[in-house]
């Protein structure tokens, strides 16, 4: 019996051993390829040309930015000044808007295209209500509801993966299924260097890319879809005014309008921006 018990003894400490080196051998391969990544795509530095500038309705704490056919579409946040509203893209004036309640926060909020125009459908989180609302676009009616167990924060939807990706603060994203929200997979960001970003927030897909705002930071990250990693660091800070009334008043929203040229805004900022991204030389 004692023999048996330091057999298996000696077996058990064997595995903990080879499943320790096995854990630094995949650590160490990891590490490996984040500092090829870093070699061969080194992180790049952006910044922006302002194109145009929007007026905007005072007020509005801005959580996620979308635009379908010329008509911008806005997730507005707080408890008690949620709302999903529409607006004219060329003088900012509000179209329609829906409000959610006193009890609810509202966070990003995507389109998921149907297959006509009348079934494009809008999806809006929600910050700690761990639900994600289902609108009709054409109206922004509640047609229906989704279940989450994560913070809601950003979320946006690929369309060359056919998915929605869904932010909660952490850095890791969560890939959904457009038509049920259940999760399908999860995506770790990472820089170049191997290190997380964190209180990744408002996200835009965009091609090949996600473009994320990072909470109370004035750069956009852009970071390749597929693999997670951040490919440039865009500062925005020359957008951001001079005055803000709160610490939280920061850049968010994201929204591509095609041929180069983005949207963007930040929490009760007065405009929205027209820009489009440029590389700067070290």
């Not at 903990?16 to 854990?23: K, Q």
């Not at 946040?77 to 609810?104: A, C, D, F, H, N």
């Not at 994600?132 to 809601?152: K, S, W």
């Not at 803000?244 to 968010?252: G, I, K, M, R």
Request: hydrophobic share 40%.
């Amino acid at each position: 019996m004692l023999a048996w018990v330091v057999a298996s003894t000696a077996l058990v400490a064997s595995a903990a051993l080879v499943g320790s080196n096995f854990a630094e051998r995949a650590a160490n391969a990891a590490n490996a390829a984040t500092a090829a990544t870093a070699a061969t795509n080194p992180l790049r530095k952006a910044s922006v040309k302002l194109h145009r500038t929007i007026p905007k309705e005072p007020g509005g704490f801005t959580q996620g930015l979308e635009v379908r056919r010329g008509v911008l579409y806005e997730s507005v946040g707080l408890y008690g000044s949620s709302e999903i509203r529409s607006v004219e893209l060329k003088t900012g004036r509000v179209l329609t808007r829906k409000p959610l309640g006193r009890k609810v926060f509202a966070e990003g909020m995507t389109i998921v295209p149907g297959k006509s125009a009348a079934a494009d459908r809008i999806i809006q989180l929600t910050w700690k209500e761990q639900t994600a609302i289902v609108r009709d676009l054409a109206t922004l009616d509640e047609i229906g509801r989704f279940p989450y167990t994560q913070e809601g924060w950003g979320v946006c939807y690929s369309a060359t993966r056919k998915v929605l990706i869904h932010s909660d603060g952490s850095s890791i994203l969560i890939l959904r299924d457009p038509k049920t929200f259940r999760e399908r997979g999860r995506l770790q960001v990472r820089m170049p260097d191997g290190s997380r970003p964190t209180e990744l927030n408002e996200l835009e897909c965009h091609r090949d890319a996600i473009y994320v705002n990072v909470w109370r930071q004035s750069n956009i990250l852009e970071l390749d879809a597929a693999t997670g990693i951040v490919r440039r660091t865009i500062d925005l800070s020359s957008l951001v005014p001079d005055t803000l009334a709160s610490p939280d008043d920061v850049l968010n929203g994201i929204a591509a309008l095609g041929n180069g040229r983005f949207l963007v805004t930040g929490k009760r900022w007065p405009s929205y921006f027209e820009v489009s991204f440029h590389d700067v030389a070290e």
